[in-house]
């Protein structure tokens, strides 16, 4: 009776775990996730880099005024085409036309004095030329002694005084008249040039962006009267990050497009890569220029599009990947078990992305219903 009994309890403990052990089974069967995978691979990837940002005058030239004085004449607007040299606005010069010509009345006085002491120069040096062969004469007849020593005395003080004269006038009086007319003309090329400051030109071509200045008003060396744009040259500047740097270089070609003007592609070349990282973003500036061939506008929105190929790369399919708060991740799935893991991606296309790091070549990910998976989610694979 007791191996009767024990055997049907034996009997009903395997009928039972048996029934409970579908049971579970059927459970995980039934909350699985069905997924479909792809294996990662080495192999290269081609993408297309974008870079966007705002299209800048190539140079830009605040144009000042070098005399202080009320604008008598201005002659440009907002938007204007100059070129080089050509003439921006007039400041008043009646003030310095008058100083102009009180100095030229001083420059003609000085000359007059000078004429005078060249003229005291030259009779000067006849006195002396003659005091000095009366003194020559006086001693050669002192050297026979035909003439006293009085007589050659007394010519000898006569031609030092005559000789004194002429240093005199030389040396004293006709150099502080030429000073007097170097001081003139110096004056005088000084106001000129002030009053050649009062024509305000443009430094190069270009389009004026600003104007500060109407007539009446005073201009001043502290402020800018124009700003000068030239925009036959357009810079695209942008940003790039760090991983990106090594597939561009200067004077590297690429593709620009212009936001309004999406169907026609400029050609450019990047002229400019920062050296350093703007803040801490890992993002480097970098600057594209194009020919404005087509009298594009500074300030249009464009980007920038180069064609890069990372060789042997570790690629999956785009799908594969979910982005949240700025991080990136897969689900790589092992024993029907998908596992969250943390990457870091390269280049991307339409179709593929590259991984950097978090993924190794033939590990298997999920690319169907990433986004209804969660860390240790059971998988059907399909």
Do not use: H, W
């Not at 040039?193 to 600003?210: D, E, L, R, Y």
């Amino acid at each position: 009776m007791k191996k009767r009994i024990l055997g049907i309890l034996i009997g009903a403990f395997i009928l039972f775990t048996s029934i409970t052990g579908c049971a579970v089974k059927s459970s995980n069967t039934s909350n699985a996730i069905d997924v479909q995978v792809a294996t990662a691979q080495k192999k290269n990837i081609d993408a297309e880099l974008n870079i966007s940002g705002t299209l800048v005058p190539q140079k830009t030239v605040n144009v000042y005024s070098k005399l202080s004085g009320q604008v008598e004449k201005v002659n440009v607007e907002v938007g204007s085409e100059v070129k080089e040299k050509d003439l921006l606005a007039v400041i008043e010069t009646n003030a310095l036309n008058l100083q102009l010509e009180q100095l030229q009345a001083s420059l003609n006085s000085a000359k007059a004095s000078e004429e005078l002491a060249k003229g005291q120069v030259a009779q000067a040096k006849i006195n002396l030329d003659s005091m000095q062969r009366a003194y020559e004469e006086t001693k050669n007849l002192y050297d026979k002694g035909i003439a006293s020593k009085a007589q050659l005395n007394e010519i000898e003080t006569k031609y030092e005084i005559a000789k004194k004269q002429y240093e005199t006038a030389l040396n004293g009086t006709l150099n502080q008249a030429k000073a007097a007319v170097s001081a003139a003309q110096a004056n005088i090329k000084n106001i000129k040039f002030q009053i050649s400051n009062a024509k305000i030109t443009s430094p190069i071509n270009g389009v004026v962006t600003n104007r500060n200045i109407n007539p009446g008003e005073l201009a001043a060396p502290t402020a800018p009267l124009f700003t000068i744009a030239d925009v036959s040259t357009l810079k695209l500047k942008g940003t790039i990050s760090q991983r990106y740097l090594p597939y561009i270089k200067i004077n590297q070609t690429i593709d620009v497009v212009v936001d309004i003007y999406p169907n026609k592609v400029y050609k450019g070349v990047i002229t400019s890569i920062g050296p350093m990282a703007i803040g801490t973003g890992m993002y480097f500036p970098i600057e594209i220029s194009i020919k404005n061939i087509d009298n594009l506008k500074p300030g249009l929105s464009a980007y920038g599009r180069i064609k890069i190929t990372s060789k042997d790369a570790v690629v999956i399919p785009a799908s594969a990947v979910v982005k949240n708060d700025g991080k990136s991740y897969v689900y790589v799935i092992e024993n029907n078990t998908a596992k969250k893991r943390y990457v870091d991606t390269g280049l991307l296309n339409d179709k593929e992305v590259e991984i950097i790091e978090g993924l190794n070549e033939n590990e298997k990910v999920a690319i169907s219903n990433v986004n209804n998976l969660f860390d240790n989610a059971v998988v059907n694979v399909k």
